[in-house]
């Protein structure tokens, strides 16, 4: 059974930093994507950043420059570093990995930036 677990929110200051790990398991195939969307209250789900198993990563506009995807392939482990947040990153984030079937996704983590 494929499992997706995240962590890593939590309540953080503006201009602080905050790390989001997920972490997949149990899927005979490869994960070829692995990333996160967030949705903040009132809001639609978006995608934050994501990261092919080759490395190639994107970014929605609001974070590039502050958040940093990488991955760690022998672990299936992704990793969203979030630098300089702001009170318009909170949001829930979730995870998901991709596969060639389909994706499968974390249980979602809150992160709050607030003074």
């Known amino acids: 059974q494929v499992q997706v677990v995240e962590s890593g929110g939590g309540l953080v200051q503006p201009g602080g930093s905050l790390r989001l790990s997920c972490a997949a398991s149990?899927?005979?195939?490869?994960?070829?994507?692995m990333g996160w969307y967030r949705q903040a209250p009132g809001k639609q789900r978006e995608l934050v950043a994501d990261i092919t198993s080759s490395g190639n990563t994107r970014y929605v506009d609001s974070v590039k420059g502050r958040f940093t995807i990488s991955r760690d392939n022998a672990k299936n482990t992704a990793y969203l570093q979030m630098n300089s947040l702001k009170p318009e990153d909170t949001a829930v984030y979730y995870c998901?990995?991709?596969?060639?079937?389909?994706?499968?996704w974390g249980q979602g983590t809150q992160v709050t930036v607030s003074s």
């Open positions: 149990g899927s005979i195939f490869r994960f070829v994507t």
């Open positions: 998901y990995a991709r596969v060639p079937v389909g994706e499968y």
